[in-house]
């Protein structure tokens, strides 16, 4: 039961364009979400996050929306930069339980110069 | 913030042998501890976690084991591998809720 999901497994974007990765969920219960960026061999590092009671949060190049009536998030790079490129995931947890992040499947970001 | 380590970098194994990986987390106290696992090509699956010493919670029933001997330590541990245990290992620590997870940069774990 894949509670996250990221359906695109890659996107290529151009240098200087904005890069929006899509992330869907399925428990109402989350409540509170984040993006990581992961480079092959190395630990995720965390980018960005957002509480359920915003639609918005933004960092620098980066902004996460969230849309909660279709559980629906997504994360805006803009401009995007070579050094974007990697895999992103998308995290979501609830406030029951042990608080446990349950994470998408991850979507390979490519930016070309 | 808090800063994970995590060693070794990479592990070759034969199976049957025993595992043992730790982590150890600077920066925090009574951190929530985690135990995740990326399969090739696919995405972060959680293994076990701690919300303190002695306390653990299975995800997956499997081969692997946890431990949480100290605050800061927790140890990840198979008694003989098996060849779908290959993977890459990431231990998380989190100070509490609406807190981002921060991760160690992981163990490659090849069993031959």
């Known amino acids: 039961d894949q509670q996250v999901k990221q359906n695109s497994p890659s996107l290529s974007v151009q240098e200087g364009r904005i890069s929006i990765l899509n992330c869907d969920y399925t428990n109402s219960m989350f409540d509170y979400f984040l993006w990581y960026k992961k480079y092959p061999a190395e630990g995720p590092t965390f980018l960005i996050s957002i509480s359920s009671i915003k639609d918005k949060n933004e960092d620098g190049r980066f902004t996460v929306f969230l849309n909660k009536s279709a559980k629906h998030l997504s994360l805006h790079i803009v401009p995007s930069q070579p050094g974007d490129s990697a895999v992103y995931f998308c995290?979501?947890?609830?406030?029951?339980?042990?608080?446990?992040?349950?994470f998408g499947t991850g979507t390979r970001l490519l930016v070309s110069p | 913030s808090q800063t994970i380590h995590q060693w070794p970098a990479t592990l070759v194994q034969p199976v049957g042998s025993p595992l043992s990986l730790e982590c150890t987390v600077e920066g925090t106290s009574n951190p929530n501890l985690y135990w995740y696992r990326q399969a090739a090509g696919r995405g972060l699956q959680l293994l076990f976690y701690s919300v303190g010493i002695g306390q653990i919670s299975s995800e997956v029933p499997q081969n692997l084991s946890a431990s949480r001997p100290q605050d800061r330590q927790f140890i990840l541990s198979s008694k003989k591998l098996l060849l779908s245990d290959s993977g890459f290992y990431l231990c998380a620590g989190r100070d509490g809720y609406n807190s981002p997870l921060h991760f160690g940069n992981g163990t490659r774990l090849t069993v031959t």
């Open positions: 995290a979501a947890s609830a406030n029951t339980g042990f608080q446990k992040l349950v």
